[in-house]
């Protein structure tokens, strides 16, 4: 990582740590726990990482490794936006609510 | 061209990300922007798929299908009671694959990387990585009840955790100072396992809100830092908003508990020491008849429902929901006031009693619901106890003092629902039981809601 890389990296980490600041103090307790599943499954994104250490073919170790990564970051990502859908899907209004 | 191609694809999904949890400020936009996020990772993983520095598919695929079925199996299946439990699970996970990566890393390298600042943000995120993981396994064992959920304590505990701390951290700074070593990081590695596991030892399920976030928060981090080691900067985008939502979290949650971090972490709240604190209580406990509270409620004009988690341990949400239901339909008000640490995570009342068809315009926070106490006709506390203990406002003594809570003493009349004459975790007295404004009415919550749905109706 050169000097240039890093910098422009720091920036990214700064901005998206005010960015989430600012975008996460506005959810309501009332969605929290959908909140946190939904972190969760985007912190999922690890698995970019994941499959190309998986399929790189660096090791013998590195394959083992990246498949059980990738394994563990897809679960975390189909089943946190799954999950997520299933969640928010129960929150109604009361109009609607009445009408089942 | 190529490289074009993958880099637009993560662009495409960070702005996807920030939008779709943007999304979540409201619940009629948390739909739509959850879905628009799931576009955005389907872009990243495409993206990722046309590296060139891949040869091979077959674990990929292995990979993704496995994943994918699991992932699937527990989306659909898993109870929303049991979201806690799942979301600790997702924790390890997560924070696993980080650190999985990270080791695979520094073992390709040969323990010799780049520069230093790499070697840095590599045991950043391998430490971190390996801490949630075990932690998140504790937590998920304690929530799932396969371990006791009461804090696990010996002597010295602190002194010997700080310890530990200090030779995992000594042994991270000696590897950016000479690099090189495998035997020295896989100590490191395998500490930081063991870390995790003391560090949510001492931790009560009471107090799992906090720790949940905390988690939440270091799993977060892990796939930043993963993020710096490849350069990856959708990694370090999406790493930094679920490590700062878990950070908020926290926060907030200590803030209603009225607890500091480091209380929370070190303090084993609700074990044997702090459970004698608090003054006898004079005069008695009032009980009343369910024929009374029945009438009582059927001619109420406002009514609040305060749940805490022991609604959850009785499965009687639906039945709260149909008391609701047969009193707004005599024309009774109801609302329900959910105090910020109901359940076992943040936020999990809230999902608990949407699942049981309470509309979400019913659900009030705490700061909404309090000023309407004085002119609510029957508070209805249901298998909550700390969050409603009055010595919190009026007792500057007591271990809870300052925490905010629902006040329903200032309500004309309060039910308490409750199993027993015990105490709640914090393990302390409840002066509200004991005012003469409450009456208790013992048993078990959904069978007791069912009943009353049935006598309100004859009411």
């Not at chain 2, 694959?97 to 073992?107: M, N």
């Not at chain 2, 972490?265 to 005069?283: H, N």
Request: with cysteine; hydrophobic share 50%; net charge neutral.
């Amino acid at each position: 990582m050169s000097a240039d890389t890093l910098i422009s990296a720091l920036y990214v980490f700064v901005l998206a740590a005010f960015l989430g600041y600012q975008v996460i103090s506005r959810v309501p307790p009332l969605l929290h726990t959908p909140l946190m599943s939904a972190t969760n499954a985007i912190s999922g994104i690890s698995l970019v990482g994941s499959i190309v250490t998986a399929g790189a073919r660096y090791n013998t170790v590195s394959t083992i490794l990246g498949f059980i990564a990738v394994v563990c970051s897809t679960t975390n990502v189909v089943g946190g936006f799954v999950i997520t859908d299933r969640m928010l899907k129960m929150f109604r209004r009361k109009e609607i609510v009445k009408k089942d | 061209m190529r490289t074009y191609f993958i880099e637009f694809s993560y662009l495409l999904a960070s702005i996807a990300f920030i939008l779709g949890l943007k999304g979540m400020s409201h619940p009629e936009t948390a739909k739509r922007g959850m879905h628009l996020a799931e576009f955005g990772m389907l872009m990243a993983i495409i993206g990722t798929l046309m590296h060139l520095e891949i040869v091979t598919f077959t674990w990929i695929i292995a990979g993704l299908a496995i994943g994918s079925v699991v992932g699937l199996a527990m989306g659909v299946w898993v109870p929303m009671t049991a979201m806690p439990q799942r979301t600790a699970l997702s924790h390890a996970f997560g924070a696993f694959a980080a650190a999985l990566v990270g080791i695979s890393e520094f073992y390709r390298e040969g323990g010799h990387l780049q520069n230093r600042f790499m070697m840095g943000a590599l045991g950043f995120e391998v430490m971190l990585g390996a801490l949630t993981t075990t932690g998140s396994m504790l937590a998920f064992a304690k929530l799932q009840g396969l371990v006791r959920g009461t804090p696990m304590t010996y002597k010295g505990q602190n002194i010997f955790n700080m310890a530990l701390l200090a030779v995992t951290v000594g042994i991270f700074v000696y590897l950016i100072v000479v690099p090189g070593s495998m035997p020295l990081f896989f100590t490191m590695v395998a500490l930081a396992f063991v870390f995790g596991l003391l560090l949510v030892m001492p931790i009560g399920s009471a107090d799992m809100p906090v720790v949940m976030s905390l988690l939440n928060s270091y799993a977060g981090l892990a796939s930043a830092a993963t993020g710096f080691v490849l350069s990856n900067k959708v990694l370090i985008i999406a790493g930094t908003l679920d490590g700062f939502s878990g950070f908020i979290l926290s926060i907030l949650m200590c803030r209603a508990m009225n607890r500091s971090m480091t209380n929370v972490l070190f303090g084993a709240f609700g074990s044997a020491a702090t459970a004698t604190a608090g003054a006898e209580q004079q005069g008695s406990m009032r009980e009343v008849g369910l024929d009374d509270i029945a009438t009582q409620l059927a001619y109420a004009n406002k009514v609040v429902f305060v749940p805490g988690y022991g609604l959850a341990t009785a499965q009687a949400q639906h039945a709260v929901r149909e008391l609701a239901d047969v009193l707004e339909k005599r024309g009774v008000t109801v609302k329900y006031g959910i105090h910020p640490v109901a359940g076992r995570m943040p936020g999990h009342m809230n999902v608990l009693l949407a699942e049981a068809n309470v509309p979400y315009s019913s659900l009030y926070e705490l700061e909404q619901i309090n000023p309407e106490f004085p002119t609510t006709d029957v508070a209805v506390v249901i298998g909550a106890n700390d969050v409603v203990n009055p010595d919190a406002r009026d007792n500057p003594t007591s271990p809870i003092a300052g925490m905010p809570i629902l006040e329903v003493d200032r309500s004309k009349s309060v039910v308490v629902l409750k199993r027993g004459q015990g105490k709640g975790f914090s393990g302390l007295e409840n002066p509200l039981f004991f005012k003469p404004v409450t009456g208790m009415l013992y048993g078990d919550a959904k069978d007791t809601l069912t009943r009353l749905v049935q006598a309100v109706q004859h009411a």
